[in-house]
């Protein structure tokens, strides 16, 4: 049995049953960070599915088909009110936090999710730069230090006009004006430290 640490066994069987579903879907979260920054240790694995018009009951049905349950009870109350779906895949034991897509931002990350082999299997991955954009949006300490593992691994690479430009949307759409400069905080400070390695 795989380590409840190591998500591989979990991720090929998601990646298996969300294709054969059509559904679009991406990773993010820590395990996202481990990938893109440094790892981290974490217990779980968090990814957003965009659902078809069948809905939320018929993807559980095919989750469950792949070797997952719910960890709590299901209820459209509970899934249109948070949005999520707490799963444990079976042979892992991990948990499983499937978050059901909504209309704006997790539809661009959709549309810019980055194919990355793990194995012998492909998992769509939320593209740096949008897992930079959730972590600012979440705002805890781990949220933070995630970002700044982010940014020092792919400091070269990051287009940060994309990062600037959509926070100043999402600053105006939600009548704040810190997320630039929270952002611009960050990448000066790890900018700064590299300079001086």
Same mark, same amino acid.
């Given at each position: ?83 999520? $779906? ?73 287009? $940060? ?37």
């Amino acid at each position: 049995m795989p380590s409840p640490s190591d998500p591989a066994s979990l991720l090929r069987a998601l990646s298996k049953a969300l294709s054969a579903h059509g559904c679009r879907w991406y990773l993010f979260g820590a395990q996202a960070v481990t990938i893109w920054g440094r790892p981290r240790l974490t217990t779980d694995v968090d990814v957003t599915v965009e659902i078809a018009s069948a809905g939320s009951e018929a993807l559980v049905a095919v989750l469950g088909a792949a070797g997952f349950r719910l960890s709590e009870a299901f209820s459209d109350q509970f899934v249109r009110s948070a949005r999520v $779906l707490p799963l444990i895949h079976i042979e892992s034991t991990m948990p499983l936090d499937v978050v059901l897509a909504g209309p704006g931002l997790e539809e661009q990350f959709l549309d810019r999710v980055i194919a990355v082999q793990v194995g012998d299997f492909t998992v769509p991955v939320i593209s740096p730069e949008d897992l930079v954009l959730t972590k600012l949006l979440a705002g805890r300490e781990k949220d933070v230090g995630d970002i700044r593992g982010v940014l020092h691994a792919r400091t070269d690479s990051l287009d $940060l006009d994309y990062i600037r430009r959509t926070l100043r949307v999402i600053e105006e759409a939600m009548g704040q004006s810190d997320l630039v400069s929270m952002f611009e905080t960050e990448w000066q400070r790890v900018t700064g430290s590299r300079r001086r390695e």
